[in-house]
């Protein structure tokens, strides 16, 4: 009999990864959010970095938004708004990478995927409160990110420019994402830049021989030197593969469909470790050495993607091939990433699958990918 | 029996290292070293890294002074020294930090550490040259470092006065031992701020109590806030245990040997794994997660910095605890690190003691730690 993966990921987040950041993110004296965590919840760094302040705010608004009308979920996303819009620009409105507990900066705003992860928070919680400062932080931080893309780490950059000429995946990719979420606000001039950002992902970056999506293409399209020009993020090709096939059934564009989820398989497909399952961190496509010392472990987030990736695949092609792969990946997480013990997900096994860091949110892992593929996956889920 | 560690490193030295470099590493074309080597000595990239191409230069010369006077080796250290003299450095004498195969400058000069390198890199090369433009160099060098001390990053500073109030390790582990070298080849002033650089070590950054080094500490000696406050690296403390034994030793100070060898057993006791043996690669004092995901990685280099440091240590002091870890040591790397099959050593393992990376040559592994840590022991063990 087939899992209720629609019972089994609503008491996931309602019962397990929701209560854990309730209980212990929420900064009430300072504002903001913690999000460094030992295994049992306790704070082990009192730092609050942007990307996932913003995250935190986007995600508790996105709840209220889509689940369900939570007061205390609104409670917490207006505790991480309000903190950082008091706190978290400098004077040309870019935002700071890192605070401290009490919203002292203690990083300059060189990191333009701050200001992206701004948009979609105030986006989200201005549709949650209805309150139109909300919506000018989304705009204004939107027209800096324009206005900065052409060199988006301004005075702070470090590369010259002989090592600037790469296209890399993650700007267009999330430029993607927050368009067409803008576009859906406050119109159709926001998103007029997505189809071009869809275009570059196309013909740079994926080679459709493979369907691998790689994270650095030449402006022609080749392959830079060395092992930038040879790295797939499996976990980072297979979230882009979703934000395209959700915009591909959105539009009914079944030829799109098809090339989403060739990108997807492909990432899967070079990702999956077949000696210890589980997806691989980073691989060299020429089984070179990659650069990354955790190329072979195990993090969540490829993971979370992955879940509601091929769930939203299965969903649309009714492929059993890809229903399978959602098996797999959903046996994985429940098996290895959940903490039965103490609640929430680890986020850091080595390569055999084991914890190799205990920790429960850190400097990347926060209020973000394991909530947002669960609600996703109930919402397609139960909206049959 | 005990083994014939002089022959053994001697056959090590010359017969493994110094071939592989020599075979893989001279780039005759365009003058520098490849240092991206797979497992059979393969280029997998053709980048050229400053620290690296210094350290290269630096150990070439090194040998060629202090082992014997062979003339390839003079080549290979010119190589170097004439490529980046010639490409190396920015309109004010900064050096680059990462250049492409043809010397064309790829990442501006933030890292100041490549000017530390520079120092002494072109100090070796003039000793066994004699051209006095390579000692011109050193000095050059040496006197930006001082001038940029206060601010090393610059414009490229990232962290805002609140989160740049703690000392690091690395400035003064470094500046004490070039500072001493200087002074050995152009007089006392140049060594003058030496003892100031022990200073800050001894003063900030050890527990007394304890012995153990840390890699931050705040300007009063207390413990900054989160990971960095707890943070050891063994390697690293290992490392500059030795630099200063060796500074004890000269001046034969039997307080400073004792105080080194204590912060040599204190990082050696908190990182050596009990479970797989090797020493981990960073450690939380509190058993927190550390931030780095290769925490429990076992890494060549702090390894081979052990090795000689607890020979040097033996060799001092005659306690057999000491002789104990420096087989304990010498063991590990002979029976993990080394590549019977296609020579040289490896990186980079993980916690069960496999290779993780393939790589013989990297980012960061160069011709350097190894036959430095070979040449120091051949050095102390056949002097008797």
Avoid at 252 to 270: Q, T
Wanted: glycine residues 8%; hydrophobic residues 40%.
């Amino acid at each position: 009999m087939k899992p209720d993966y629609a019972s089994i990921y609503r008491k996931e987040l309602l019962e397990n990864i929701v209560p854990f950041w309730m209980k212990n993110s929420l900064d009430k004296k300072h504002g903001g959010y913690y999000h460094h965590f030992d295994r049992d919840g306790s704070v082990f760094c009192t730092d609050k970095m942007m990307w996932l302040q913003h995250r935190e705010v986007w995600m508790f608004s996105r709840l209220y938004n889509l689940l369900e009308k939570r007061g205390e979920w609104l409670d917490a996303a207006r505790l991480g708004a309000e903190f950082l819009r008091d706190h978290g620009r400098d004077e040309n409105g870019d935002w700071y990478f890192l605070l401290s507990e009490t919203g002292e900066p203690l990083t300059v705003p060189y990191n333009i995927f701050s200001d992206t992860f701004a948009v979609i928070a105030y986006l989200e919680y201005g549709k949650a409160t209805g309150e139109g400062w909300a919506f000018d932080i989304a705009k204004a931080s939107f027209k800096r990110v324009q206005e900065r893309a052409g060199n988006p780490k301004g005075k702070w950059e470090k590369r010259l420019p002989a090592a600037r000429k790469a296209v890399e995946h993650s700007f267009p990719m999330i430029m993607f994402s927050v368009t067409r979420e803008l576009a859906k606000a406050f119109g159709k001039e926001y998103g007029a830049s997505s189809d071009s950002y869809l275009k570059t992902i196309f013909d740079k970056l994926v080679d459709w021989k493979t369907g691998l999506l790689y994270e650095y293409a030449m402006p022609d399209g080749s392959r830079p030197q060395g092992p930038a020009g040879r790295l797939i993020n499996p976990g980072h090709a297979i979230e882009s593969a979703w934000f395209i096939l959700e915009y591909a059934r959105e539009i009914g564009n079944e030829e799109l469909i098809k090339k989403s989820v060739k990108i997807l398989n492909a990432a899967f497909e070079i990702g999956w470790d077949k000696k210890y399952k589980g997806l691989l961190y980073f691989i060299d496509t020429e089984g070179k050495p990659p650069m990354q010392l955790e190329w072979d472990m195990k993090l969540w987030w490829p993971h979370t993607e992955a879940l509601y990736a091929f769930l939203l695949a299965y969903d649309t092609l009714g492929d059993k091939e890809l229903g399978k792969r959602h098996k797999m990946i959903h046996d994985y997480c429940w098996k290895h990433f959940r903490d039965p013990k103490y609640g929430e997900w680890f986020g850091y096994l080595n390569r055999e699958g084991k914890p190799s860091l205990m920790l429960k949110g850190g400097r990347f892992k926060c209020f973000f990918h394991t909530p947002r593929a669960l609600l996703n996956s109930i919402l397609l889920l139960e909206k049959k």
